[in-house]
């Protein structure tokens, strides 16, 4: 069974991409999610605030020294708690396409146009066959209205991608006013990919001692249903090629992903749950599936439950809402 498909203009073997996580950062592990089937892997981001950092020369003995330069660098971890700095980042990169055969996605993540294309050009320099930007930005600032986020990010995206020549994919999160209108701008910046959606790590509240307490949980299947709506949405609406991250965890998720029109699913929680190992069983459960329901490949479901597919999609959206609310019954 034909399971292959083509994200950033890479011919995949399978959907299944391993997504940006502790996985991806070690060149031995890569290594062992090629060997069990990763047509690509996407590397954890390096963090526009360790950018900034390098940037304006402050590093653990001048702040020691004096804390007062940038005031706003009081609240970021120490240069020592990130896992690694941008040279690391860097070499790192350059190891691992070198030890491996399939593509390496560089990721950035950051929220602001700063200091992004320099480094996006050494990302290419150091062999990046695409980029992923991760637009995450909290927006807490009571005068940041929806017009100029929106405005900042599309400029991120078209400088970016004037920047490289290699394929730059977005990775955006769910909360933007009008998530259709930005896609299409997003498209028309250049972007090649948009992936749907971040995930924002929400704190918890430690009540004893009155502070916030970062967490994190893994995610599961019942998170891929929003990642599904807005796919069907955007599928054939724009150009951009479309990837579901969050969420998939089983071959069935993944299906479900590509029938709304993905041409790409990324795991994390998945792959650190039950380790590299069950790409193999995700690829073959995708292609038994297919096997059974007599598809002849996976291209065949692409985009067969997008609402493309449906005369009127604000009229099946509403219906759909409707039906939901009016008969349901415990």
């Given at each position: 069974m034909?399971?292959?498909?083509t994200y950033l203009s890479f011919k995949l073997s399978s959907p299944f991409v391993p997504g940006a996580s502790p996985l991806t950062a070690d060149v031995g592990t890569v290594r062992r999610l090629e060997d069990a089937g990763a047509p690509m892997i996407i590397m954890p981001s390096i963090f526009q605030e360790q950018l900034d950092r390098e940037q304006v020369a402050i590093h653990r003995g001048?702040?020691?020294a004096d804390n007062s330069n940038a005031e706003s660098l009081t609240y970021l971890p120490r240069p020592d708690q990130f896992?690694?700095?941008p040279e690391e980042y860097i070499e790192t990169l350059a190891r691992i396409k070198a030890a491996v055969a399939i593509p390496v996605v560089a990721s950035l993540n950051g929220r602001t146009a700063g200091?992004?294309?320099d480094f996006a050009r050494q990302l290419e320099s150091a062999g990046a066959s695409a980029l992923e930007l991760n637009i995450y930005d909290p927006l807490l600032a009571k005068d940041q209205d929806s017009a100029t986020v929106e405005k900042a990010c599309v400029e991120v995206v078209r400088m970016v991608c004037k920047t490289v020549s290699i394929p730059v994919a977005v990775k955006l999160s769910p909360f933007y006013t009008s998530f259709r209108h930005l896609a299409d701008r997003l498209d028309a910046a250049g972007a090649k990919g948009l992936v749907l959606f971040n995930r924002f790590y929400q704190p918890d509240i430690d009540v004893e001692n009155l502070?916030?307490?970062p967490t994190l949980r893994l995610s599961t299947s019942d998170e891929l249903l929003l990642r599904l709506r807005w796919t069907a949405a955007l599928y054939g609406n724009v150009k951009a090629d479309l990837a579901v991250t969050g969420g998939v965890h089983t071959a069935i998720d993944g299906l479900k992903s590509v029938m709304t029109g993905a041409s790409a699913v990324q795991l994390a929680s998945a792959l650190l749950a039950h380790g590299p190992q069950y790409l193999k069983t995700l690829r073959k459960d995708l292609a038994r599936w297919l096997e059974r329901h007599e598809y002849t490949s996976l291209a065949q479901a692409k985009g067969s439950m997008s609402l493309q597919n449906t005369p009127?999609?604000?009229?099946?959206?509403?219906?759909n809402y409707m039906k939901v609310l009016q008969t349901w019954s415990q």
């Open positions: 034909d399971i292959s498909t001048l702040e020691l896992r690694i700095g200091g992004w294309d502070e916030a307490i009127n999609p604000s009229v099946f959206e509403r219906g």
